[in-house]
């Protein structure tokens, strides 16, 4: 996961302390992603062990108190990374997709009772998101508006899913030798 | 609180005999005052069926249709019409506009087929457009606003006046996600100023901006959420 990626984008805005890149990292996804300090600091240490990162010449010996800055090799890691699209090819382990197929084994109206109860579960969910949404939109805070966003539409995603599961179960339930087959 | 619109056990069936449909079964609801509830279901579910009751656009088979405090059955033909005009406002998918009046000509209609005299009617559709952000545009006529800002006008004509209750049946229809976004803020600030809504829609997204969300399966309430309080 790209801790690093996030602290060297920080980092090609000019030299920071460890201290400073995690106030600011926090400060754009902390909400959806806290970050503890020892964090920074191991993964500046990777980084200056890799070259991607260097001390400032004038600084503190404790890694602690020094500052860094991105180096070339850094500034390359970094635009490789953020021009590469991020792989979704492999679905993982879904809870709920074994809930409704495991549901399902006895029949479609447990399936169905499954699916409606997430999808209350989730349209819930939605409607917390969409009152956060309308907060952050009122601080102008642009990083969690955009996390928001992208927890919108993947619990819009889901209940989309729902919708079209509740539909396909009941298909298969009033015809038995049609699409759906177990 | 007392509620604006109240349905009690409502059912509604079309035709009869081998072709009836029962396109509502038994379903009850409540909606007070400043509240948006969302309306959810697949096609056919009978969400439409649901407005139109609500609204007094149709009568019930069975069960009691209440409207700020009137039950519309009891109602005649005229007294109905009457408290649709004053009392209620619709939203649909689109078409809700005269193409031959302005923005504030049809915002203002509703007043002056009540009598409520033209100099009035305007003021107030002045200021109900000045609520949705198109006081500047209230000259225009219909084909010169976008998709967003003729439902945006719709909504103005929707709450003008008296009204309590607003009803909307997709009315994001064809917009984009933003506009629709936007559209949709319009009508919770409007609720949140008094009115009590119903929201039929397909979107989650949209659906979950309501207070409260009721799910509608063949005619019937499966499920619905509670107040969601807190934060994420
Ligand atoms: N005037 C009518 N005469 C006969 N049947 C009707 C009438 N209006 C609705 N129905 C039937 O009642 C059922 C519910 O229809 P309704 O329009 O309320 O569904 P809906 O949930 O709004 O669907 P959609 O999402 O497609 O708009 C459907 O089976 C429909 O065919
Ligand atoms: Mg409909």
């Excluded at chain 1, 010449?57 to 021009?83: N, V």
């Excluded at chain 2, 929707?158 to 009315?171: M, N, S």
Aim: hydrophobic content about 45%.
């Amino acid at each position: 996961m790209s801790v690093k990626h996030a602290l060297l984008a920080l980092l090609d805005q000019g030299p920071r302390h460890g201290y400073g890149l995690k106030h600011e990292f926090e400060a754009r996804l902390g909400q959806s992603w806290p970050l503890n300090v020892g964090q920074v600091y191991s993964t500046l240490a990777r980084l200056e062990r890799d070259g991607l990162v260097a001390p400032e010449p004038e600084g503190d010996e404790d890694t602690e108190r020094r500052a860094f800055r991105i180096t070339g090799a850094g500034r390359s890691a970094l635009a490789e990374w953020l021009s590469a699209p991020v792989p979704r090819e492999a679905l993982s382990r879904d809870e709920l997709l074994v809930k409704v197929v495991a549901a399902l084994e006895a029949g479609a109206e447990p399936a169905v009772r499954v699916i409606r109860a997430q999808r209350t579960a989730t349209l819930e969910l939605l409607q917390r998101h969409t009152r956060s949404k309308a907060e952050a939109a009122r601080r102008g805070d642009l990083p969690r508006l955009l996390t928001i966003d992208l927890l919108i539409a993947q619990a819009e995603a889901e209940v989309a899913w729902l919708d079209r599961c509740e539909a396909r179960v009941a298909a298969g339930a009033s015809d038995p030798g049609g699409e759906v087959r177990r | 609180m007392t509620a604006v619109l109240e349905l009690d056990q409502v059912a509604r069936v079309y035709g009869d005999g081998r072709t009836a449909v029962q396109a509502l079964d038994g379903v009850s609801l409540r909606v007070a005052p400043g509240e948006l509830v969302a309306v959810m279901g697949p096609s056919g579910s009978g969400k439409s069926t649901l407005l139109n009751l609500a609204g007094g656009l149709d009568r019930p088979t069975t069960g009691r249709v209440v409207v700020d405090g009137t039950e519309l059955g009891r109602l005649d033909r005229r007294r109905l019409a009457a408290l649709r005009r004053r009392r209620v406002g619709y939203v649909f998918q689109d078409l809700n506009l005269l193409p031959g009046l302005t923005a504030v000509e049809n915002v203002a209609l509703p007043g002056e087929l009540d009598g409520v005299g033209t100099r009035q009617a305007r003021a107030e559709a002045l200021a109900a457009l000045d609520q949705v952000g198109l006081a500047d545009r209230a000259g225009a006529f219909p084909d010169q606003l976008s998709g967003g800002e003729r439902q945006r006008v719709a909504i103005a004509r929707a709450v003008v006046g008296q009204r309590v209750l607003l009803l909307a049946d997709e009315p994001t229809g064809a917009l984009d996600s933003l506009a629709g976004e936007a559209v949709l803020e319009l009508l919770r600030a409007r609720c949140e100023a008094g009115i009590a809504g119903v929201l039929v829609t397909h979107e989650a997204r949209y659906a979950a901006i309501a207070d409260r969300v009721v799910f509608l399966a063949d005619g019937r309430v499966v499920d619905q959420t509670t107040v969601a309080g807190g934060v994420v």
